[in-house]
């Protein structure tokens, strides 16, 4: 690793591209190869009580440029700051772009930890390969971030609760105008510090179930996490705020399957049927994005062996039809931000399907489930519960 004084440049484009040469596309991303270049003046930390998500930034920030023909060139940790691109970059026109979040957490000894980047990395390298971006080593990048967190790691808050956000963001930087795969890809990652999702302890929220839009559909991308995601999302998100809603339960087709639930991925814990106890989520099926979260949920649930654990096909009428039979127990949202958010109410059609929260603490806003995973996992992220899911940086 070599350090070097501040130096800002735009991103560079090939000049008078080699012919192809197969071998070279095996450059991959290397830590070895990783340089640094500092910020000259450090900016003022924040009082914990004064962060707001995702609006304030470390020093510094990763950055690797691959380009077709080279493969991917030397890491670089430098100074937090603007992208110079061409009006003409492919991210620019046609959506080339796909994006992470994870967390990097303080233990009560000092020591940085991460949660299953593993699988974070393995998420954008099919999100990647969807949109015909360049795969690269996660394991490696992983390593690229450690070097980037021990570096800033004056900005990651030692309190429960908080923690310095990632968003590993990879877009098609060529210059040019025209549909097909870019000959040059930027791959970054910048940091901000954040507090707790619910700074106050939980509060339940309102979902609109929206019959009119649809979030993802067969043979699409609604398991990639693209930014051309999210972007149609924000119409429908205010047509809610309109109706008393805070989220979006995402739907399809005649039958009104469920998807989503805004950003997040959805739980539904209920008695079902055949009078068994369950938890039950959508089933991955192309439409739905395979939230670390979620498979973390699914995976302690099955570890625990109390009840049921399903992935499915689930649809409104099955939902309508518990509430009716007293078999609705909890219902709630699953992610990186929030780790869990309850749900207290569904509109739907124009009637309410409702949700008990705690049936035991009237005032309570979240059911002892969803309390339970939300616990337990902060448990594994903080390093308060030994768990393989928690990486030492």
């Known amino acids: 690793m070599t350090i070097t004084k501040p ?20 450059h991959d991303i290397s830590v070895a190869r990783l340089t640094k270049t500092l910020a000259p003046t450090l900016k003022k930390l924040q009082r ?15 950055a690797v440029e691959w380009h077709k023909g080279q493969g991917w060139l030397a890491p670089e940790i430098r100074p937090h700051g603007p992208l110079m691109l061409d009006p003409s970059a492919v991210v620019f026109h046609y959506a080339f772009e796909c994006f992470e979040g994870l967390k990097a957490y303080k233990d009560k000894e000092g020591r940085i930890r991460l949660f299953r980047p593993d699988m974070n990395m393995k998420r954008m390298n099919n ?26 790691q004056r900005w990651i808050p030692s309190e429960y609760g908080y923690s310095l956000y990632l968003r590993p963001t990879m877009i098609g930087t060529e210059e040019a105008l025209g549909v097909r795969a870019s000959k040059s890809a930027l791959l970054y990652t910048i940091c901000s510090p954040v507090g707790p999702y619910y700074a106050t302890g939980f509060k339940a929220i309102s979902l609109y ?51 989503e639930v805004g950003t997040m ?32 949920i699914l995976s302690l649930a099955r570890t625990w062996g109390e009840f049921e654990v399903s992935e499915r096909k689930l649809y409104m009428n099955e939902l309508v039809e518990a509430e009716r039979d007293g078999r609705l127990h909890e219902v709630f949202g ?5 780790i869990v958010s309850p749900v207290k109410r569904i509109s739907y059609l124009g009637q309410d399907i409702h949700i008990p929260l705690d049936p035991a603490n009237p005032e309570g806003q979240a059911g002892p489930l969803t309390q339970r995973f939300n616990d337990t996992l902060m448990g594994i992220q903080y390093g308060d519960i030994p768990h393989e899911w928690s990486v030492v940086v």
């Open 7 to 26: 130096n800002y440049r735009a991103v560079a484009q090939p000049q008078d591209e080699p012919d192809y040469q197969p071998e070279l596309e095996t």
């Open 48 to 62: 914990n009580e004064e962060l707001v998500f995702g609006e304030s930034f470390t020093d510094h920030m990763l």
């Open 127 to 152: 999100s990647a390969q969807r949109i015909a971006l360049p795969h690269f080593d996660g394991e490696q990048y992983i390593e690229c971030i450690k070097e980037l967190l021990r570096q800033e």
């Open 209 to 259: 179930a929206n019959v009119r839009e649809v979030r993802a559909w067969p043979g699409g991308v609604g398991n990639a996490k693209l930014g051309a995601n999210y972007a149609p999302t924000i119409v429908p998100a205010e047509q809610a705020a309109q109706h008393g809603c805070q989220q979006v339960l995402w739907l399809i087709g005649e039958q009104h399957e469920l998807m």
């Open 265 to 296: 991925n959805l739980f539904i814990f209920w008695t079902n049927r055949e009078g068994q106890r369950e938890l039950v989520t959508p089933v991955l099926d192309g439409t739905i994005l395979p939230g670390v979260t979620r498979d973390s």
């Open 334 to 338: 699953s992610g990186t931000a929030a």
